[in-house]
């Protein structure tokens, strides 16, 4: 689709009035508001608006936007991030979708259900007064609640979502906040067809919004402001997902979130390169559960107690600072499946699980290890339990056999 350039701008103080709000908000991406209305406007250029934001030239520097949109797409936009911009709209706005049971075959994301092997291996827990973790889940989605999962890394958190969202068939986007987001992935673009033409196809995201899917916002603590300002609709009371780009296709600029929608997000709090959540982000997850290491899990999923043993020593260094890598359940449950390898075995499992930490932590490490050594492997059956000597009688004779 062409588009041409026009030259209605947004008034100034307008956009200085968007991050006044922000910063008040404490919304958390006020750090990327630039990002966030660059991505909107169309063929923006990054220095200019970053000046007019910060009032260091005239709006007129502004880059320019779809011919038939200039006023509804930017409003809107506004309004979606702020929800204080309620400006009508140019032409009549696209009205939002509504879910259906019949979805093309190419856009239906039921590939992204989880396996039942997800149930099969997970080893469910009590949480906040004695409920079940899952039960806890399922009435949050019935609720429509937004959970908030914090814990440290390898402790189960993404590994209770596919549980659930495999107990019930439904669809998981994971969203991975702490690496490079492909947004075009995410939440569609513009592609050519076979006529020469171009139409908008939605990405994993708003698909999951229109057809009740589970969105797992991976290591929130990452994520970057752009994703945060498209997200913050779909977490408040609209629960609506605004797709800019969308304008002008087939395709609803507006979705409305599905009944069945399920907005789930984790982080490690403690995890090094993060920063703690924004409070009104923080406060938009309804639901809070804590998630650590726990022994009555551990002890179904590992042999060996000694080596659950070490794992809290070593535990207990990071808490106090002496080691900064986690050690999380899944290296435990490697380590056991290496020793007992009849092509691997102990040494390459000690040496491998080692290899994990920085070499200034690997001494202590070793250290710990070698305390537990016989005792692991005598329990993973590696070796003869010690006993007592027992006298044993000798020949004393000077004759030759």
């Not at 030259?7 to 006020?30: C, F, H, M, Q």
């Not at 989605?141 to 993404?158: D, I, M, R, Y």
């Not at 908008?200 to 290591?219: H, K, R, T």
């Amino acid at each position: 689709m062409a588009k041409s350039k026009m030259t209605n701008r947004p008034p100034v103080a307008e956009v200085r009035k968007i991050v006044r709000n922000l910063e008040r908000d404490g919304s958390p991406y006020t750090d990327g508001v630039v990002e966030a209305l660059e991505w909107a406007i169309d063929g923006a250029d990054h220095a200019r608006l970053t000046s007019v934001i910060e009032g260091d030239a005239p709006v007129t520097e502004i880059a320019t936007l779809p011919e038939g949109q200039e006023e509804h797409t930017y409003k809107k936009f506004l309004d979606e991030m702020t929800g204080e911009f309620a400006v009508p709209s140019v032409e009549a706005p696209a009205p939002a979708m509504e879910f259906t049971a019949s979805i093309p075959g190419d856009r239906s994301i039921k590939h992204l259900v989880p396996s039942n092997e997800f149930i099969d291996t997970y080893v469910s827990r009590d949480v906040h007064g004695g409920k079940r973790d899952l039960d806890v889940l399922a009435a949050a989605h019935e609720e429509g609640f937004n959970v908030l999962l914090k814990g440290p890394t390898g402790s189960a958190k993404t590994s209770f979502v596919y549980a659930y969202a495999a107990s019930i068939g439904k669809p998981v986007v994971n969203i991975a906040c702490n690496g490079a987001i492909d947004m075009r992935a995410l939440l569609g673009g513009w592609v050519p067809t076979a006529d020469g033409s171009f139409r908008f196809e939605p990405g994993e995201l708003p698909l999951a919004v229109e057809q009740g899917g589970i969105i797992l916002l991976n290591e929130v603590n990452f994520m970057p402001p752009k994703i945060a300002a498209v997200l913050y609709g779909l977490l408040d009371r609209r629960r609506t997902l605004y797709l800019p780009d969308a304008a002008g296709s087939d395709y609803p600029t507006t979705i409305v979130a599905h009944p069945e929608t399920f907005v789930v997000a984790d982080f490690n709090p403690g995890y090094r390169g993060t920063r703690p959540l924004n409070e009104a982000f923080e406060n938009r997850f309804a639901v809070h559960l804590n998630w650590d290491y726990e022994d009555a899990v551990e002890s179904q999923l590992v042999t060996s107690a000694s080596l659950l043993e070490m794992a809290v020593s070593l535990r207990e260094r990071v808490l106090t600072g002496e080691l900064s890598t986690a050690i999380p359940t899944n290296s435990l449950m490697e380590f056991e499946a290496m020793a007992t390898n009849g092509s691997l075995g102990y040494e390459f499992a000690a040496h491998n699980f080692t290899g994990r930490f920085s070499k200034l932590e690997q001494p202590v490490v070793s250290e710990v290890l070698a305390v537990y050594r016989l005792r692991i492997e005598i329990e993973l059956g590696l070796a003869e339990p010690v006993r007592e000597a027992e006298s044993v009688p000798t020949f004393a004779s000077s004759e030759p056999f």
